[in-house]
C-alpha cells in the first residue's frame, strides 16, 4: 500500500517556524522526487518545494525562497520542509507527493499531474 503522510502543521503566529515531515511507505523512495504544495481556500494548488531523492537536487517556489528548506533522510523515508519566518499568506493545506518522472531542477518539478502519490495534507495556519 502506497502511503505518504503528511505531519506537523498547526498554528503559529507571523515570524515564527514550523516543520513538516512526509513520511513515505509502500514505493521505492530512492526511485522517487518529493514534492511540497499548499493549498488555501478558494485557490489553486500550487507548488512549494522540491526535492530528488536520488541526487539530492532541490527547489523552491520564488514565495518561499530563503525562508523555507526542504530536506530528506533516506533511511527514514522521510521529506521535511522546515518553514521559517512565517507569514500570514502561508497559511494553507500542505500536501507531499511523489513523482517518478520529474526531476527538482526547474519549474517543471510542479507540474500537478506528473505526481504519482499524494498525501492528505496537515493544515498550517499563520496569524498575524
Known amino acids: 500500500e502506497v502511503q505518504l503522510q503528511a505531519s506537523g502543521g498547526g498554528l503559529v503566529q507571523a515570524g515564527g517556524s514550523l516543520r513538516l515531515s512526509c513520511a513515505a511507505s509502500?514505493?521505492?523512495?530512492?526511485?522517487?522526487?518529493i514534492g511540497w504544495f499548499r493549498q488555501a481556500p478558494g485557490k489553486e494548488r500550487e507548488g512549494v518545494s522540491c526535492i530528488s531523492s536520488s541526487d539530492g537536487s532541490t527547489y523552491y517556489a520564488d514565495s518561499v525562497k530563503g525562508r523555507f528548506t526542504i530536506s530528506s533522510d533516506n533511511a527514514k523515508n522521510t521529506v521535511y520542509l522546515q518553514m521559517n519566518s512565517l507569514k500570514p499568506e502561508d497559511t494553507a493545506v500542505y500536501y507531499c507527493?511523489?513523482?517518478?518522472?520529474?526531476?527538482?531542477?526547474?519549474?517543471?518539478?510542479?507540474?500537478?499531474?506528473?505526481?504519482?502519490?499524494w498525501g492528505q495534507g496537515t493544515q498550517v495556519t499563520v496569524s498575524s
Open positions: 507527493a511523489a513523482s517518478k518522472l520529474i526531476d527538482c531542477s526547474s519549474w517543471s518539478a510542479f507540474i500537478l499531474y506528473e505526481y504519482d502519490y
Open positions: 509502500g514505493f521505492t523512495f530512492d526511485d522517487y522526487a
